[in-house]
């Protein structure tokens, strides 16, 4: 016996449906598609996103209003009473420690320290702007501050 001489067990091989060829095969005319419209077309995809069948769609129904912008520095906002909750004593406070715990979120590029709240005991603050009360009570609890300007972008 060669494997040429091999057939598969019957009923495991279907011929295809040929749709298409004609109204007596039982697939013709429409060939399973239904009646007519979207689904009946070739490439009968689904839309894209928000389309509403020709209607004008929700998003540019709606008002759009006001103005974004698109050079805006986002910049993560620290109270007082965070930080003494968050950092020990001596510790270092800048931004990529409080992205690290947290208290910034990963597309903030600057840190401001606001005078929300009391610190009691000393920290070593390197924020881009720290307010005046906050700069008040932070050396007042024996702590110190080292602004850091960035570099402007040209």
Request: net charge positive; hydrophobic share 35%; charged share 25%.
């Amino acid at each position: 016996m060669n494997l040429f001489e091999q057939n598969a067990p019957a009923g495991a091989t279907k011929k295809r449906k040929r749709i298409g060829r004609g109204e007596s095969s039982g697939q013709g005319k429409t060939a399973g598609r239904g009646g007519k419209g979207q689904t009946a077309r070739t490439g009968k995809g689904k839309p894209a996103a928000g389309f509403e069948g020709g209607q004008m769609p929700m998003y540019r129904r709606m008002p759009k209003r006001g103005f974004v912008n698109k050079f805006r520095i986002a910049c993560a906002e620290l109270n007082l009473d965070i930080l003494g909750q968050a950092f020990p004593a001596q510790s270092e406070v800048n931004l990529e420690v409080c992205q690290a715990l947290g208290l910034a979120r990963g597309r903030d590029q600057r840190l401001r320290i606001l005078g929300r709240g009391e610190i009691n005991h000393a920290v070593v603050v390197r924020a881009h702007h720290v307010t005046g009360s906050a700069r008040a009570k932070i050396e007042a609890a024996g702590g110190r501050i080292e602004e850091s300007h960035p570099v402007e972008e040209s």
